[in-house]
């Protein structure tokens, strides 16, 4: 019986013909890691190009908002910058899903009245769940003085008498799509700013009813959208 088996036993142990699984087998954990980790890098690349854009893109239109006047400068109202807020939501789409997990804060970057060129945050809005307080300033700063602008340093922007600079940043906390160890979850910063383009009445932000105003949206209250 066991010399039936001999020639069986010598052809297994002379047979290659499992050697490229065997390899294959050995090799695709870390072919499967490199894959997944490529599509995560891939993923956070597009996230913070679609953070940037969205920066962009609010800083524009909080600088153009405001009624329309042949009469006077123009007026901006809490539910512009609501608006803006709701649009900015609208424009990230579900999948980002950004004011779950961010944070847009919008400044009005000015000169300090009665001053040549000192600058100050005027006003500031902010919406987003995210704990994240404005990186270069909250709203008074710079009405005692010792305020250089907003920006990073040595790049700050500057804004010059009777005129604005909308200042927006946002912080996001990127949303994994494997999580550890193919991805990592981390915070993502963007910033953009566009001076005030039309005559505006920067003296104040206005509500359209008085008697039935609209929700400011509060640096110090930290919520998702309510749209």
Not at 23 to 48: C, H, S
């Amino acid at each position: 019986m066991i010399s039936r088996f001999n020639p069986v036993m010598r052809a297994l142990y002379r047979s290659t013909s499992g050697v490229a699984a065997t390899e294959f087998a050995l090799v695709i954990p870390f072919l499967l890691g490199a894959g997944l980790t490529g599509l995560e890098v891939g993923n956070r690349v597009m996230v913070q190009m679609q953070i940037g854009q969205l920066a962009v893109h609010i800083a524009d239109n909080a600088s153009r908002v405001g009624d329309q006047s042949m009469l006077q400068d123009r007026k901006i109202y809490e539910a512009d910058l609501n608006d803006v807020f709701s649009g900015a939501e609208k424009q990230g789409g579900s999948g980002l899903d950004l004011l779950r997990h961010g944070r847009v804060i919008i400044s009005s970057q000015e000169v300090v009245p009665d001053s040549e060129d000192s600058q100050y945050i005027h006003w500031q809005r902010c919406m987003g769940a995210k704990t994240h307080e404005s990186s270069y300033g909250a709203e008074g700063d710079g009405l005692s003085g010792g305020f250089v602008g907003m920006g990073r340093t040595g790049e700050e922007v500057y804004a010059f008498p009777d005129e604005a600079v909308i200042f927006v940043e946002i912080a996001y906390d990127y949303q994994a799509i494997f999580g550890v160890p193919f991805g990592f979850d981390s915070e993502i910063i963007a910033t953009a700013a566009y001076t005030v383009r039309d005559d505006r009445d920067i003296s104040q932000i206005y509500q359209l009813n008085d008697a039935q105003p609209d929700d400011v949206a509060q640096c110090d209250e930290f919520g998702g959208s309510s749209y």
